[in-house]
């Protein structure tokens, strides 16, 4: 797991006009997180501000990487730490089961991960047990609710898949964490978060 780091701002140079010194200040990237995927993610958290009610905590989930990593991100934007955790992507993404990600898809049907700006929305107990809604806030995702496009817990999310195939099963195009991991993902992300899913 990658360590974290604070925020650091970036001030303004002597000279700077007064209206340039009054613009909120630049938030560095934290430690172990996608540059572009989190600046992707915070220009995403301004278009829908009117959607997301909570600016302190975002989730980000990097399917650049291979599915034994630690992909999914919980960053708290106010002093920049990072936690990491197991996410496993959609069936229909990586039809040969590589591990990777090769597509995304907002088709209903397809059993894909899609990729966006989401906000996470209420729990309700169904099929995966103890699970969370969110709602795609961009045409790439749009279809979310309608696909039941949710984070819930799944054994094969969990760990011990590693050990055994060397990478994570696949979902139906649900953000799948580990079953030990999903009480954790809710207390942080709550109702009302930004959930950012994409490839840099």
């Known amino acids: 797991m990658r360590s974290s780091e604070s925020n650091r701002a970036f001030l303004p140079e002597p000279g700077a006009s007064a209206a340039a010194a009054a613009e909120p200040p630049a938030m560095s990237v934290p430690n172990g997180v996608r540059p572009e995927l989190f600046h992707r993610a915070l220009a995403a958290l301004d278009r829908h501000s009117g959607r997301i009610a909570k600016r302190d905590i975002i989730a980000i989930a990097d399917f650049n990487d291979f599915s034994a990593k630690p992909r999914f991100q919980l960053i708290n934007l106010e002093d920049g730490s990072v936690k990491e955790l197991l996410v496993a992507h959609g069936s229909g993404s990586d039809p040969k089961h590589s591990g990777y990600v090769q597509h995304f898809s907002n088709e209903p049907g397809s059993n894909a991960t899609c990729e966006g700006a989401f906000v996470t929305s209420n729990y309700y107990t169904g099929k995966h047990g103890h699970s969370q809604r969110v709602d795609g806030l961009d045409p790439t995702n749009n279809n979310a609710r309608d696909r039941a496009i949710v984070i819930h817990g799944a054994w094969y999310a969990n760990a011990d898949m590693i050990d055994k195939y060397g ?6 195009g649900c953000f799948a964490v580990g079953e030990k991991h999903l009480k954790q993902v809710f ?14």
């Open 167 to 172: 990478q994570l099963g696949r979902s139906q």
């Open 187 to 200: 207390a942080k992300l709550g109702e009302g978060r930004l959930l950012y899913a994409g490839k840099a």
